[in-house]
């Protein structure tokens, strides 16, 4: 079964420090790839998705992922943090044509920006 | 455009109460539901989904049903409530693209 990897529970930032948030997959074949957010309090929203072409996505707030199709990841980066950006983030994957589709979801990044 | 609604948005529910969280999707038709739940420290894990009315998909054994009396409404359930069925419950519905967008969420305390 297709499983995805977080590879940090808690993150801890200084603003304007530099982003990775680590994402690996278990899946051999192709996948859609996908980082959510879930700011505090509010409901989890898309930053990103990644299907075919370029490797690099860019998404909203500055965010970008790279797939690594031979290491199975697709890693979160941001340049420069800010404290707006203190949130939980979500690495999923789902396989096209597969179970109807559905997201299979990675436990969970949060990341906490200090002011 | 697509809206996802789902209530109440905060449950607190003794042990072996009932239980009804409620999800209505509005501007698509035949979507595909789903209910997750997100427990702390397991992140997402999906429930059931449902490609149409009256059918539903279960992926974990559970003490939850849901059901989807109506094209654009999923219901989860259950008869009576176990402290382990504590946790933030999400609704979603599948777009274009395989992309999938989820509800505001229903925080379930279970005491």
């Known amino acids: 079964a297709q499983s995805v990897s977080q590879h940090n529970h808690h993150v801890i930032l200084s603003e304007a420090a530099s982003l990775e948030l680590g994402c690996n997959y278990s899946?051999?074949?192709?996948?859609?790839l996908f980082w959510y957010v879930q700011y505090p309090g509010q409901h989890l929203q898309l930053l990103l998705k990644?299907?075919?072409?370029?490797?690099l996505v860019k998404g909203i707030k500055g965010f970008e992922a790279e797939f690594i199709k031979s290491k199975f990841s697709f890693n979160l980066r941001k340049p420069s943090v800010q404290w707006s950006d203190t949130a939980e983030y979500f690495c999923a994957v789902t396989v096209p044509g597969g179970s109807q589709g559905n997201l299979i979801f990675g436990k969970g990044t949060k990341l906490s920006v200090k002011p | 455009s697509q809206t996802i609604h789902q209530w109440p948005a905060t449950l607190v529910q003794p042990v072996g109460s009932p239980l009804s969280l409620e999800c209505t999707v509005e501007?698509?038709?035949?979507?595909?539901l789903y209910w997750y739940r997100q427990a702390a420290g397991r992140g997402l894990q999906l429930l059931f989904y449902?490609?149409?009315?009256?059918?539903i998909s279960s992926e974990v054994p559970q003490n939850l049903s849901a059901s989807r009396p109506q094209d654009r409404q999923f219901i989860l359930s259950s008869k009576k409530l176990l402290l382990s069925d504590s946790g933030f419950y999400l609704c979603?519905?599948?777009?274009?693209?395989?992309?999938?967008?989820f509800g505001e969420g229903s925080w379930l305390t279970v005491v």
């Open positions: 899946y051999g074949g192709t996948v859609n």
């Open positions: 990644y299907f075919s072409g370029d490797p």
């Open positions: 501007g698509t038709s035949n979507p595909n």
């Open positions: 449902s490609v149409g009315i009256g059918q």
């Open positions: 979603a519905w599948k777009g274009t693209g395989n992309t999938i967008y």
